[in-house]
């Protein structure tokens, strides 16, 4: 069973910063790329950042500039630097790895449950 676990997230005034990190455990083959998203209610889950095995990135045009994406070398952790926060920013921020668990596996998401990051004065 794959797990992942987020945490770093809480409130923060704007112009703030939080650091966000995900643990992938259980059993992996191998990982394609780990992604962050986010999810206000009411609203589409959005893509904020993803970082593939090689270490490329992309990131919402709405955080370019403000957040970096990291891993360690093992790909078995995310964390996604948030700098400059506005209220907007405010949301769920989901944990997402697109992996296989063995040679013959296909690739799936797999996701955390989620940690909350509030931009408020």
């Known amino acids: 069973q794959v797990q992942l676990v987020e945490s770093g997230g809480g409130s923060v005034q704007p112009g703030g910063s939080l650091r966000l990190s995900c643990v992938v455990s259980?059993?992996?083959?191998?990982?394609?790329?780990m992604s962050w998203y986010r999810q206000v209610p009411g609203k589409q889950r959005e893509l904020v950042a993803t970082?593939?095995?090689?270490?490329?990135?992309n990131y919402a045009d709405s955080v370019k500039g403000r957040f970096t994406i990291s891993r360690n070398n093992a790909m078995v952790a995310v964390y996604l630097q948030m700098n400059s926060l506005k209220p907007e920013d405010t949301a769920v921020y989901y944990c997402?790895?697109?992996?296989?668990?063995?040679?013959?596996?296909?690739?799936?998401?797999?996701w955390g449950k989620g940690t909350l990051v509030t931009v408020s004065s």
């Open positions: 970082i593939t095995s090689v270490g490329a990135t």
């Open positions: 259980g059993s992996i083959f191998s990982i394609n790329a």
């Open positions: 997402n790895t697109n992996a296989a668990r063995s040679a013959y596996a296909p690739n799936m998401d797999y």
